[in-house]
């Protein structure tokens, strides 16, 4: 008890000590004074008694040390005194502090915004309990080892037995939408159906209620995901065990699953219900999405490989094995197909970003402690330890470090959500991202090892180098020595900000390249409408109906439909096997598609409203399919059928239509649709390119069809926002920023950095000048001592792009980084730059009066 | 080169606060200077290195609650800071005492039969 009191006491103390230092002071005051009267007493002169009472006593200063180490702890008193000394430089400097507080403030923001989405990518665990031992079951083709998703259902019936090297196997399955009316209109729940096993599989435990069993009802069995708990049903307690209906479908409510949960599947990764499905069957001839397995206790990836690869050769029909393979998978291949790598590059972007501010920040402070130098050599002539003089600028940076990284976190949280927005959801999945306590740690925690490695370690290796030399030979001039730490640091941030801009540029260039690929069509001006109206045996008549109303709009220059588009991600509506093996799509559309898209007949001619009346099975073909079907024949006149008894007439041929980036098979069949036509996207081309015509288009489309619920919007939006595009984008815009800022940073390093060259060895050049060099020539040289750090940086970070351009290659979309005219335009780019910001500062060398100089020195 | 031996007792450690408790617990409240004086008297020679020794101990014992301090004046009408034990103190005394005893006694039949 006694010493807990004291150490409480002893921390108070170290808090606030000036109380007890005036006790102390007057303690001793009075100690002396009955010291002295003593001694007169005993016959000593008043002066004589004053100075042996002050050697009786000791040491004034002496006795107050040991008081203050008795009552409080002088670590901490010494740490108080520095932390309030760093503070009070940080004031005096304040505009210098204010930058490095905004340029670890921008690193650190870069960085936790990244690593808000990157978190959940690369570093989380996933929500399931012991996630390595869970596999994701796909088909791998044996010739290009490309993954399928969809697995033979007799294959799970297969591996549904007991087996040694699997303890459960689940299957998830997409389910129909479930409308249900709110006050904002019709709006359609997510559903899927699982196998009872399945979440045993993931080791998900109910958070209310039980999961599903074998001996509960299929389709009707449900569990609610925890958002559609709360949301439809108010979050009730009672509602598990009970019957319960959502929109039309009756369900019985089993339990509620735990929030946050999302499933390893593309499709229904967080679907609202989840029904009971049936257990595969040994006989079933249909396939299954997304299967997922637990490995047994104590079995290895590879044992379970290796079981599975003999069960599927013995247990399946050798035609389904010939080509594909089941290959078990980690769940994050499938959660996070195309994150991982653009999570890894933009990290490891970002981390490059932040390293670069503190390289920055390094060279700030070689300018602000240009000084300090002086004052440590005083110290350290007075016998300060290194620890006493290290302390201070410590504290200095770690209270910028912390005011920036901290002013980081507020800053990501508040631009987080409309970042995000930019971001391909595609790079995250269903994963939760944000800006959370943890990524807030860790990015502090990042702030501060790398201020400390790449800000502290130059800083105080500067600092005492300046010093020591004072100490020894009392010189007063430092010139050099500053200059000597600032060349690598400018060499450093020039080397960083290569790769950067090595990244920006390729990934510019790919997107540029990306936008220049011929689509085959035109979507500019094009008015995409997507018409809620039920399908029914008139639907075409209707629409067409419909399009002759809308063509004869002031602003249409044409219109038509279609029930697919390119570009949408959807199957075609039906295919054949043309020569070879070949597939051919075959999508439907309604006359005017290829005037309204702009999609050229190469040969014979288009579909007219007429075929839809007298020739509904007249067809176009693109030139791909024409040559998959017919070969060398002319395909005009030719037949095809759909293999379900429809067959086709070719009466014109068009120019390929590319369905999507990538697609290197773009062999369509174009027919009327007749009795096929189930949905269906108008496009109408317009003569201007104003958001008020979309609206005018509504309004036509609602006074010619009252009931019909239509919304217009441009066609480049929807196909500029597809992954294909928005993922390149996303990217190449990050990139950009980033090597934007840091050419800024990089820029005001030199500034800095050359500013303090030509500040330190002003003597130098104003001797220089006296004896005889021209204004123009002092810039030269200067130009020339600031360039050569410029040069290393440059050599090396452009060696550096070498590595980097392979991780651009394995992680980015499509990227080319052959070719030296990436290379040249980042060398330019930076160079530049450099040119720039050594000029700036180097001209106050031409500047200079020598015999002011001199006079002053 | 052999030093000179000193005239001063050398304390070990720890035994300064158990020696000022035990004062304050005989004498009655003393400032330090009484208590300084009191000691050396108690010694027959200088007891410390000089009397400013004894503040740490006195902040020692004060923050543990064993002794409190108090400004009065002394009977030449000067300010001093007048120390005394506290009850915590005296059960303090009997316990340290006591372990200094046992320690003491150990020391002394280990010379024993060392000589």
């Known amino acids: 008890m006694a010493r807990l009191r004291r150490l409480l006491l002893r921390l108070v103390h170290a808090v606030r000590p000036s109380h007890a230092e005036a006790e102390v002071q007057r303690e001793l005051a009075a100690h002396l004074a009955l010291l002295e009267d003593d001694f007169q007493r005993k016959g000593m002169t008043p002066s004589d008694a004053r100075t042996a009472a002050r050697k009786t006593l000791g040491g004034a200063d002496q006795i107050r040390l040991a008081h203050r180490d008795a009552r409080a702890f002088r670590w901490m008193d010494e740490l108080r005194v520095d932390l309030r000394d760093a503070l009070r430089t940080l004031v005096r400097h304040r505009r210098s502090t204010a930058i490095a507080v905004l340029v670890l403030t921008m690193a650190g923001a870069v960085n936790a915004v990244t690593l808000g989405v990157a978190d959940a990518v690369l570093f989380r665990s996933l929500p399931y309990r012991d996630p390595s031992s869970i596999r994701v079951l796909q088909m791998r083709s044996a010739k290009t080892g490309q993954r399928y998703t969809r697995v033979p259902e007799n294959l799970l019936a297969l591996l549904g037995t007991p087996h040694e090297a699997f303890s459960a196997v689940g299957v998830l399955d997409d389910g129909p939408r479930i409308t249900i009316a709110t006050a904002d209109g019709p709006r359609g729940v997510a559903t899927a159906s699982a196998t009872a096993t399945y979440f045993e599989v993931l080791g998900v435990r109910p958070y209310r209620g039980r999961l599903l069993s074998q001996q509960d009802v299929v389709g009707r069995t449900a569990l609610l995901s925890h958002d559609a708990w709360l949301t439809y049903f108010g979050g009730g307690e009672s509602i598990v065990g009970q019957s319960v209906t959502l929109g039309n479908t009756p369900l019985d409510v089993a339990g509620v699953l735990p929030p946050g949960l999302f499933l390893p599947a593309i499709f229904g990764a967080k679907p609202a219900v989840i029904t009971l499905a049936p257990a595969p069957k040994s006989t079933g001839k249909g396939g299954v999405f997304y299967p997922v397995v637990r490995l047994a206790h104590g079995i290895s990836v590879e044992r379970a490989q290796a079981a599975l690869d003999s069960l599927a050769l013995a247990g399946l029909p050798e035609a389904d094995t010939r080509d594909v393979l089941p290959v078990l998978d980690p769940p994050e291949t499938v959660l996070f197909r195309a994150g991982r790598p653009i999570m890894q590059a933009l990290m490891l972007a970002s981390l490059v970003f932040l390293v670069l501010a503190s390289v920055n920040l390094a060279s700030l402070l070689l300018v602000r402690n240009r000084d300090r130098a002086r004052d440590v050599a005083v110290r350290l002539a007075l016998g300060a330890s290194r620890t006493r003089i290290i302390r201070p600028l410590f504290f200095e940076l770690i209270t910028t470090s912390v005011a920036g990284a901290g002013s980081a976190v507020l800053v990501a949280k508040l631009v987080f959500p409309s970042l995000l927005k930019q971001v391909p959801g595609v790079a995250y999945g269903s994963a939760p991202v944000g800006i959370d306590l943890r990524v807030a740690l860790i990015t502090l925690g990042l702030g501060l090892v790398t201020t400390l490695v790449f800000s502290f370690l130059p800083t105080w290796h500067g600092v005492m180098r300046d010093a020591q030399p004072l100490v020894l030979t009392g010189a007063g001039s430092h010139s050099g020595r500053g200059w000597k730490l600032g060349r690598p640091l400018v060499a450093v941030q020039v080397a960083l900000t290569v790769l950067l801009v090595f990244g920006a540029t390729v990934t510019g260039r790919a997107f540029v390249d990306l936008l220049q690929t011929p689509l085959g069509f035109d979507p500019q001006q094009v008015a995409r409408l997507s018409v809620g109206w039920a399908p029914g045996p008139n639907f075409q008549e209707q629409s067409m109906r419909l399009l002759t109303t809308i063509s004869r709009l002031p602003d249409v220059s044409a219109a038509g439909a279609a029930s697919q588009m390119p570009f949408d991600g959807s199957a075609p509506d039906d295919g054949l096997r043309g020569t070879g093996g070949a597939r051919v799509g075959i999508r439907y559309v309604l006359p005017g598609f290829f005037e309204a898209a702009r999609i050229p007949i190469v040969r014979g001619r288009t579909l007219t409203p007429e075929d839809a009346q007298s020739d509904p099975d007249a067809a176009v073909l693109s030139a791909s399919a024409a040559r998959v079907l017919f070969g060398d024949r002319d395909p005009l006149g030719g037949t095809f059928d759909n293999g379900r008894g429809r067959t086709f007439h070719v009466v014109g041929v068009s120019s390929d239509i590319l369905q999507g980036i990538g697609d290197d098979s773009p062999a369509q069949a174009l027919a009327i649709p007749g009795r096929d036509l189930r949905r269906l996207t108008l496009l109408v081309r317009l003569r201007t390119n104003r958001d008020s015509s979309l609206r005018s288009l509504e309004q036509a489309v609602k006074s010619a069809s009252p009931t019909t619920r239509t919304t217009a919007s441009w066609w480049t939006d929807g196909i500029f926002n597809v992954t294909d595009y928005r993922n390149p984008r996303f990217q190449t815009t990050v990139l950009s920023v980033l090597s934007a800022v840091a050419l800024l940073l990089t820029a005001f390093g030199i500034v800095g950095v050359v500013g303090f060259l030509v500040a330190s060895r002003t003597r130098e050049l104003a001797i220089r000048a006296a004896i005889g060099a021209t204004g123009s020539s002092l810039i030269a040289m200067v130009i020339r001592q600031g360039l050569a750090p410029v040069g290393v940086g440059l050599v090396i970070g452009l060696l550096a792009t070498r590595w980097a351009a392979r991780l651009a290659e394995a992680q980015l979309f499509k990227v080319d980084t052959t070719g030296f005219s990436a290379i040249i335009a980042t060398a330019a780019v930076v160079l530049a730059a450099a040119l720039v910001s050594t000029y700036l500062p180097s001209r106050r060398a031409g500047r200079l009066n020598p015999a002011d100089v001199l006079r002053v020195d | ?115």
């Open chain 2, 1 to 115: 080169m052999a030093s000179k031996p000193s005239r001063k007792v050398e304390l070990l450690q720890g035994t300064l606060d158990l020696i000022v408790l035990q004062a304050l617990a005989t004498m009655g409240p003393q400032h330090a200077y009484g208590l300084a004086a009191r000691l050396e008297q108690v010694a027959e020679h200088p007891l410390l290195l000089n009397q400013g020794t004894l503040y740490p101990a006195l902040v020692r014992l004060e923050q543990k609650g064993w002794i409190k301090g108090s400004w009065q004046k002394t009977e030449n009408n000067r300010d001093a800071k007048y120390y005394a034990i506290t009850k915590d103190g005296q059960a303090a005394v009997a316990t340290q005492s006591e372990r200094w005893y046992r320690l003491a006694n150990l020391v002394d039949k280990l010379f024993l039969k060392e000589s």
